[in-house]
DNA sequence: CCTGGAACTTGAACGTGTTCAAAAACTCGC
DNA sequence: GCGAGTTTTTGAACACGTTCAAGTTCCAGG
């Protein structure tokens, strides 16, 4: 067993070494081209690999947008923790961690058309939306849980459990239309995050109401509904 | 330029033929077996004529879609208008029109999971979010127009404008939901239309508080933000 | 060192959507 | 019914994602 450790780990090496040059290889062009003007054949020749070697590292061309998830999380996350400990109000909090989202994403632009494309489809073992171990979204909602958990606001227990989840969905919203957003500099997305947070956080007040109970039950036990079913996509029957 | 258009006429009836049985042959064969497994050779060969010749009528394997929505929406409608005149409140004729859509679709839910992968594709040319002018669109809403007009609801009028818009939006979502829906007998997404259709309607009655004015002003605006950057998306430039 | 097996690498081959230049069919004015 | 022009039809060719059987490299155990 330790021998059989000891030979993994050293054979391991050479192997993530190559899986990090294609990736590389792979975002770099990416970001230059876009994705779909970056051919299998041309990440590998660039990358001075064979075409079939790109195919052992990587079950498909869509396996490479997941690794790149993994890697744009993991800064999005060391951006956000430093701004989490200055801001108090979930308003604040809110603003700060979805503003540094794009900020993260902005390198790829160009090239983030086609997240959307394949983040969308039901189909695609990489929705996140339908697979709730996926550990990118998993690592995601975790961060909308601090932001919530910190935060000083005085939220119901029913829609606090809720509220990650619903502002991962939200977070999701944004990147779709700064995905679409041509304005300079994004103007348009950072607007858009300015007014949609100002409202969000003002339907969270509201719904915190009292009197709105009923309404918010009913709303809350439909987004349930809606997250069982989004997870029931990947189960192959009824 | 009489003749010409004699000419024209003349020529189509053939045309118009082949293309019909193309379309016919495809819609067919993406029923059975759905759009990824049925080949563009596949469908020339049932259809009896060349590969190129498909291409001839259709500009690629997606504007079969394009001309399927067309055709489902004329029966959709065709369903719909007599069920309107039955119906007085908002929320009844809601219910009916949404209901009787995934009564249409119901026949192609096999091979619908397609529909979203392009229609949510925002560099599609079918996207029908992004293109105002799309046809199908444009009859769509028109349909949800009448579902508002004709309804004995008291709307304020900022709200009574977007509303067609915000119907015709929630009614994608409840397509998008029954793509993904295995239930049996879709019973889910019945289900589903029946509660968001109740928290729509209490939704607008909400809204049409003169209390709530200034929220809904707001969310209203931002609604046109979005409508007008989602129809930016086309326009190559800025 | 040698060997068996595992990890890694290769490139030819396949299936598919799409393009295109050339052929065929058709229309209309004469 | 002939010729010019237009519409329709053809199928070979291309590019790309993906697969796979076979080859190479690497390492622990003898």
Same mark, same amino acid.
């Given at each position: 067993m330790t021998e059989r450790r000891k030979k993994r780990t050293a054979q391991r090496v050479k192997g993530d070494q190559t899986r990090a040059l294609i990736l590389d290889t792979a975002l770099t062009m990416f970001r230059e081209r876009g994705y779909d003007h970056t051919?299998? !054949?041309a990440i590998a020749a660039k990358a001075g690999? @064979?075409?079939?070697?790109a195919y052992y590292y990587f !079950? @498909?061309?869509e396996h490479l947008i997941q690794a790149f998830y993994q890697s744009t999380h993991d800064e999005h996350v060391?951006?956000? +923790?430093p701004a989490l400990e200055k801001a108090e109000t979930l308003k604040?909090? +809110? +603003?700060a961690v979805i503003r540094l989202k794009i900020e993260t994403l902005k390198p790829y632009h160009h090239f983030a058309g086609v997240l959307f494309k394949t983040a969308a489809d039901p189909q695609s073992p990489l929705n996140p939306f339908a697979d709730d171990a996926n550990?990118?979204?998993v690592a995601s909602m975790q961060l909308f849980e601090k932001v919530v958990e910190g935060s000083t606001a005085r939220i119901p227990k029913d829609l606090k459990a809720e509220l990650p989840y619903l502002l991962w969905v939200f977070h999701m919203g944004i990147i779709l239309f700064w995905i679409h957003d041509r304005s300079p500099k994004h103007r348009r997305t950072y607007r858009l995050?300015?007014?949609?947070?100002? +409202?969000?956080d003002r339907l969270i007040y509201l719904a915190s109401n009292p009197f709105m109970r009923p309404l918010r039950k009913q709303a809350l036990r439909l987004v349930d509904e809606l997250r069982d079913a989004a997870e029931d996509v990947l189960d192959g029957d009824e």
């Open positions: 051919t299998m !054949r690999v @064979s075409l079939g070697n !079950r @498909s061309k060391a951006f956000s +923790l604040a909090r +809110l +603003l550990p990118v979204r995050i300015d007014h949609t947070v100002e +409202l969000v």
